[in-house]
């Protein structure tokens, strides 16, 4: 067992956990942080995205590829902390913009890639604020659904970045049809 200490969704944890204990899994198993999901352990579907501070910044990484002991001394942010990423104290129980811009989208359908769908969706618009679909579809190619909302899901993060610069959104479509893969 290797001692670990790590920040997830704003509260610090330390644990001891075996070397070779994915990061998925202690977040789910140990932490109860069963809003991350597993689709896939062979880092083909994104559906475990997480965001994590690494030497870089904090980015998205696909947890099934994360070993539990690299999370030591970083901070990691889950679906169940997104909204309140940033210390959003004012946002006091209102969702992420990305999240909110999914519901009104209508850009999931089972919803099994939708966590990871939006982790990811966020550290795009983190680096990209105004990108345009073929930015959005090829920020997003790590990341399957099986259901193929894609078209929905293109068109949620467009609205999602026009809430955060402040802009006016694209109405909400009235039929939710199943867009091609990007
Ligand atoms: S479960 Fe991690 S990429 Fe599929
Ligand atoms: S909404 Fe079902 S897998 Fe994407």
Request: glycine content about 10%.
């Amino acid at each position: 067992m290797t001692r670990i200490s790590v920040t997830v969704d704003g509260v610090q944890y330390q644990d001891d956990v075996e070397p070779r204990t994915l990061l998925v899994h202690y977040l789910r198993e140990q932490l109860g942080k069963v809003g991350t999901v597993v689709g896939c352990d062979t880092s083909n579907c994104g559906a475990c995205t997480v965001m994590m501070t690494g030497t870089s910044g904090r980015h998205s990484v696909k947890s099934c590829t994360v070993l539990a002991v690299q999370a030591d001394g970083r901070e990691v942010v889950t679906i169940e902390g997104l909204a309140d990423m940033n210390g959003g104290a004012d946002r006091a129980g209102r969702l992420h913009p990305m999240q909110q811009a999914f519901h009104e989208q209508h850009a999931l359908q089972c919803g099994f890639c939708t966590p990871g769908m939006i982790m990811e969706a966020v550290d795009l618009l983190e680096a990209n604020p105004d990108p345009t679909d073929e930015q959005i579809r090829e920020g997003l190619e790590g990341n399957l659904c099986r259901c193929t909302g894609y078209q929905n899901i293109v068109r949620a993060v467009h609205a999602a970045a026009a809430a955060t610069r402040g802009a006016e959104p694209e109405p909400a479509p009235e039929d939710v049809v199943p867009g091609p893969q990007p």
